[in-house]
């Protein structure tokens, strides 16, 4: 028999609707898809889950929704659906997008660390079945090896009493659309995040776990959210895994937008993918599906997410004149033939080449992709304003002082307190308003960005528990030479602070060669 089990995304319940059109997401989409048995005759048996924030008062969904509070019931809801339907021999498939995907990837790690409990039997109450389900919860998210053994009162599948249930039970197939790895309140607001335990949303472990059989990641390109950074999966020898970037923010891949011609895309992919697997689905669902690589890219940096930061993915090399490995064919479609309506998608520039950067932009993309290991030459020319401070690239600390800069000496000395605070909170995303991107980088400074996923260099061995947030960061000014240390898309911005970009002008002209 095949279990499937469906857990959707922040806020996403089937009867979503977008100006005046339904718009489930993909996870709503493939459950409703469902054949009622496969191939055989067989019945197949399905879970859904709507995602955190839909249920309660207003504040129950805020609160749901903006830290991601339920996501632990929401993962032993689906672990108890499980326990009381398997038996051996059944095949078990997980899906989920966003929050839903963070939820479905804890689920599997919970069976693989701790086994999948066996619940339902004769003399037990849903009271008793519950209480061990959070014991094994428990169980997977402290630290080290579960030290759980099968037991007669506690008993698991595939395992024999006084035996270890860790990686016993085997998962079929998982298969998310954009799993986000940071749940909770977003890092840099800091005294919000002080009400926040990091812990209660951080992966246990991003490596897949070799009792999954296959496994699919639809990832989007065009996400750029800071409080979205992807999970992406870390291999191993055994399972089948592809990781795959698709088109567009979040939801152009995941779904949830009345316009869908990406995110059919996305889920014609998975279930495509699935239907292989030996899920079987209703006849003639895809039809159903008008996936389109050009259809609309919609820009998630709205409503509250206007005031949080932006931080661009680590996004592999899309080029026409060589196959992108990572890339779904409908990303190197909209590629080469994009869209009138929304310009050029991933543009890329060869050795050498001038750009502009503009003051006013938080983010420059370039078009540039720098190779790890390779040897650049950056040469910047010009002069752009913060207001009335006029300077070159190399920023405003250039001996020619201005009134308008007693502004930036007040934000540097707030700037000394964040860092103080990013000591005493371990929190390294803290950041203050008025205070300068990048603290130890002088104000207006040329600095440049590869998104490359390489982590920062730790400032002293004490630092293994404090995270920072990946990509190499560099000082570009008048002109510099800088090896990156991994591949990716260069980008570009004027070291102002991230809330005061609106009243800044003109644009440096950076050239970049190969040296």
């Avoid at 996501?71 to 997008?97: E, H, T, V």
């Avoid at 991003?206 to 639809?218: F, G, Q, Y």
Wanted: proline letters at 5%.
């Amino acid at each position: 028999m095949n279990l499937i089990v469906c857990s959707d995304g922040t806020w996403n319940t089937p009867d979503e609707m977008e100006a005046g059109l339904p718009s489930p997401t993909n996870v709503v989409k493939l459950y409703n898809a469902l054949g009622a048995a496969d191939k055989d005759g067989e019945q197949q048996k399905s879970y859904y889950h709507p995602g955190v924030g839909t249920d309660g008062t207003w504040w129950d969904k805020a609160l749901g929704g903006g830290t991601g509070k339920g996501l632990d019931q929401n993962i032993m809801s689906a672990y108890f659906w499980l326990a009381r339907n398997y038996s051996p021999g059944d095949r078990i498939w997980l899906f989920g997008f966003s929050r839903g995907a963070y939820t479905v990837r804890s689920l599997g790690g919970m069976i693989s660390k701790c086994g999948l409990l066996k619940l339902g039997a004769a003399g037990s109450t849903d009271t008793k079945d519950w209480n061990a389900v959070d014991t094994v919860f428990q169980a997977y998210r402290a630290s080290g090896p579960s030290k759980i053994v099968a037991t007669r009162a506690m008993p698991f599948h595939n395992t024999d009493v006084g035996n270890l249930p860790s990686k016993q039970t085997p998962l079929h197939f998982i298969g998310v659309w954009d799993t986000v790895g940071s749940l909770g309140i977003p890092d840099d607001l800091v005294f919000l995040n002080l009400l926040d335990n990091p812990n209660d949303h951080r992966f246990h472990d991003t490596k897949l776990s070799d009792i999954v059989v296959h496994a699919r990641h639809a990832v989007a390109l065009d996400e750029i959210r800071q409080s979205f950074i992807p999970t992406l999966w870390e291999g191993n020898a055994t399972s089948d895994l592809k990781q795959l970037w698709f088109p567009g923010a979040h939801g152009d891949v995941g779904g949830g937008y009345g316009h869908c011609g990406l995110s059919d895309g996305a889920l014609y992919w998975m279930i495509e993918e699935a239907t292989a697997a030996g899920l079987f689905f209703r006849q003639n669902v895809l039809q159903q599906l008008k996936p389109d690589a050009r259809g609309l890219l919609h820009n998630s940096v709205n409503g509250v997410f206007k005031a949080l930061k932006t931080r661009p993915r680590a996004a592999p090399v899309i080029d026409a004149q060589m196959k992108s490995p990572g890339v779904h064919a409908s990303a190197m479609d909209r590629h080469v033939n994009s869209p009138l309506d929304q310009g050029r998608f991933w543009p890329l520039k060869t050795l050498p080449v001038t750009v502009d950067v503009y003051a006013r932009d938080k983010w420059n993309y370039t078009g540039i992709f720098l190779k790890k290991g390779k040897n650049y030459k950056l040469t910047a020319k010009g002069q752009w304003m913060d207001g009335s401070i006029a300077c070159g690239p190399a920023g405003t600390r250039d001996g020619n002082f201005q009134a308008s800069e007693i502004a930036h000496i007040a934000s540097s000395v707030l700037g000394s307190v964040e860092t103080i605070v990013k000591k005493v909170t371990r929190n390294q995303q803290v950041d203050f308003w008025w205070t300068r991107r990048e603290e130890d980088i002088d104000w207006l400074a040329l600095v440049g960005l590869v998104a490359n996923d390489v982590p920062p260099p730790k400032k002293k061995a004490s630092d293994k528990s404090v995270e920072r947030l990946p990509h190499e960061v560099f000082v570009i000014g008048d002109g510099c030479t800088f090896t990156p240390k991994g591949d990716g898309y260069l980008y570009c911005f004027a070291n102002d602070a991230w809330h005061a970009y609106d009243n800044n002008r003109g644009s440096i002209r950076l050239t970049i060669e190969e040296a």
